[in-house]
T-cell receptor, first 116, second 115 residues
Framework: GAGVSQSPSNKVTEKGKDVELRCDPI?????LYWYRQSLGQGLEFLIYFQGNSAPDKSGLPSDRFSAERTGGSVSTLTIQRTQQEDSAVYLC??????????????FGAGSRLTVL | QQQVKQSPQSLIVQKGGISIINCAYENTAFDYFPWYQQFPGKGPALLIAIRPDVSEKKEGRFTISFNKSAKQFSLHIMDSQPGDSATYFC??????????????WGAGTKLIIKP
């Protein structure tokens, strides 16, 4: 696609429920990132996928968070047993990956998660 | 070592004025320094970037100044316009093959241009 597509754009859920957030990266982009942005705050790195390499999960805040990337394209971020502190905008970005100089990230518009 | 410190946290500038946002880093291996601009309800978008082989890069009203010895870089917005009101993030990374090109982000600056 022309840009990074995220869905849903808005998700309201009850505490304790599981949620799935989807990211469709730009076609041909081998690198995919998930970030979390709380209201008025900066970007918190969550997880990074690069090609067929093992993902860098070092930013996941707890074992309730997981992500997968199928076929090197679409990614799903899953939050189990959601808590109110999980409320934030979840941003996905993709880039051309390991080609030198191609570390320009293109972000999606984000998925706003509200946990009641 | 991996941090990028950004200041100020928020900035109000009159229309037509110069907006200046500063960032400092510790890791001398960083060699790629982008600035991203984020409007409300949107994801950040690359605005301008610089590598350490130059001290300044200008694109229209936006200029990055880079001071390698001080390990600092800054974004200058000349003739600031209300449409420039956004949150600006600086970042740094190591741009070499086989690195994971992980961007280390500043905390962001919320810029408001008053008409």
């Amino acid at each position: 696609g022309a840009g990074v597509s995220q869905s849903p754009s808005n998700k309201v859920t009850e505490k304790g429920k599981d949620v799935e957030l989807r990211c469709d990266p730009i076609s041909g982009h081998t690198a995919l990132y998930w970030y979390r942005q709380s209201l008025g705050q900066g970007l918190e790195f969550l997880i990074y996928f690069q090609g067929n390499s093992a993902p860098d999960k070092s930013g996941l805040p707890s074992d309730r968070f997981s992500a997968e990337r199928t076929g090197g394209s679409v990614s799903t971020l899953t939050i189990q047993r959601t808590q109110q502190e999980d409320s934030a905008v979840y941003l996905c970005a993709s880039s051309l990956g390991t080609v030198s100089g191609a570390n320009v990230l293109t972000f999606g518009a984000g998925s706003r998660l509200t946990v009641l | 070592q991996q941090q990028v410190k950004q200041s100020p946290q928020s900035l109000i500038v009159q229309k037509g004025g110069i907006s200046i946002i500063n960032c400092a880093y510790e890791n001398t291996a960083f060699d790629y320094f982008p600035w991203y601009q984020q409007f409300p309800g949107k994801g950040p978008a690359l605005l301008i970037a610089i590598r350490p082989d130059v001290s300044e890069k200008k694109e229209g009203r936006f200029t990055i100044s880079f001071n390698k010895s001080a390990k600092q870089f800054s974004l200058h917005i000349m003739d600031s316009q209300p449409g420039d009101s956004a949150t600006y993030f600086c970042a740094a990374s190591i741009d070499e093959r086989d690195s994971n090109y992980q961007l280390i982000w500043g905390a962001g600056t919320k810029l408001i241009i008053k008409p």
